[in-house]
């Protein structure tokens, strides 16, 4: 019996958490050996660069481009129907809304079936009439998909009421791996490189810059623990839209000597085993990747509780936990936590033994391979 191939379809501005999702996936799938991952990646055109691209080929996953621009779909849905036939691909599984659209029109025209993953559901109300006229694409042709995967209760949650059948959604939770320990003379040289002081205390946050990531308040946060005699040092990894907004926030609050906005980095995990706490001020997730990371790396978290954060963040068991845009008890967590580093250790071993628990990559890859059987 031959071996199934999946394409997991995705549109991707750099690796962030529904990237290291499929990296992540597909490293499992490639262990159990029962199906092929393929990583295939919407770009504009042939030449466009794509970090996820160039990261699943870093890491010996077979990975393509599928151009296709929205002002060409005309022509290029169904070239890209005949890129993914020629590929050989046995399930088309989508991450997002526009693969997710543009997937159940590739699908009606090779009958290649497909499913899909929300890693987070955005509302309409709150996106740009384009975004928002593709969302309800997305919930109208999710009827005819066999299964749509929320990765957070509330996620499921919106889709049920969305009216899909009971049976059409599941939860799948978000997968880690666990980290090999750091070496410390490459962190010596990463803490060289980047500035960092011996006796700063860092502060990591990894994700879009976007304003349901809420990074202002840990630049305001940052401010009052210089303003507290705290040396800090806080490290910023992502892109997104909000970028020069941000710098704009570090000029106006005279923070740049203790602030780094590190753009897209291929060591987030080296990051994480030098930082002091990592700190996601979000207004809205799922169950964020680089959460889960944390916890894997042992790190103490500070964090609000939207979306399934509560799964894994304790208040002062696994986590410390603020609410969104409260900048005031961003600044006493992170004190708490400087002042009082036995508890910082205490909630990061805590948090990091439920994470093994209850998200590994290899819970995650099972259950994705039994709903890949079932549509297969």
């Known amino acids: 019996m031959s071996i199934k191939r999946i394409l997991h379809f995705i549109e991707s501005e750099g690796v962030y958490g529904a990237e290291r999702v499929i990296l992540n996936l597909s490293q499992q799938m490639q262990k159990q050996g029962e199906f092929t991952p393929v990583v295939g990646c919407i770009v504009t055109a042939p030449d466009s660069p794509s970090d996820l691209f160039d990261a699943a080929r870093a890491q010996g996953i077979e990975a393509v481009k599928i151009p296709i621009a929205n002002s060409k779909l005309l022509w290029q849905l169904p070239a890209a129907g005949r890129q993914i036939r020629k590929l050989h691909i046995d399930l088309i599984h989508s991450h997002g809304y526009k693969p997710s659209v543009f997937g159940f029109i590739i699908r009606l025209l090779t009958g290649i079936p497909i499913m899909s993953t929300c890693h987070l559901w955005f509302e309409p109300a709150k996106a740009p009439l384009k975004t928002r006229a593709m969302i309800r694409l997305e919930k109208w042709f999710y009827h005819w998909y066999p299964k749509v995967i929320g990765v957070s209760e509330p996620i499921v949650a919106i889709l049920r009421h969305a009216g899909l059948h009971q049976n059409q959604v599941m939860l799948v939770r978000n997968g880690v791996n666990i980290p090999a320990p750091p070496n410390p003379e490459h962190l010596a040289q990463l803490r060289e490189a980047l500035g960092i002081g011996a006796q700063e205390f860092v502060l990591l946050n990894s994700a879009r810059l976007t304003r349901q990531k809420g990074q202002w308040n840990l630049l305001e946060a940052t401010q009052k623990l210089l303003q507290a005699g705290i040396p800090c040092r806080t490290l910023i990894v992502g892109h997104g839209p909000m970028r020069d907004e941000l710098q704009q926030q570090i000029e106006q609050l005279k923070i740049g000597h203790a602030v780094s906005l590190l753009g897209f980095r291929e060591d ?78 205490e909630l990061a071993l805590h948090a990091h033994q439920r994470m093994i628990a209850e998200y590994s990559s290899e819970a995650m890859n099972h259950q994705y391979a039994r709903i890949y059987r079932e549509i297969g």
């Open 268 to 345: 987030v995990d080296q990051l994480l085993a030098l930082c002091d706490v990592f700190v996601l001020p979000s207004l809205d997730e799922g169950m964020p990747m680089s959460l889960l990371e944390a916890a894997a790396a042992q790190k103490p978290i500070v964090t609000t509780l939207v979306g399934d954060i509560g799964k894994l963040i304790t208040h002062q068991h696994t986590g410390w936990v603020i609410g969104v845009n409260d900048t005031q008890a961003l600044y006493k967590a992170i004190e708490t936590l400087y002042n009082q580093p036995a508890l910082a250790r």
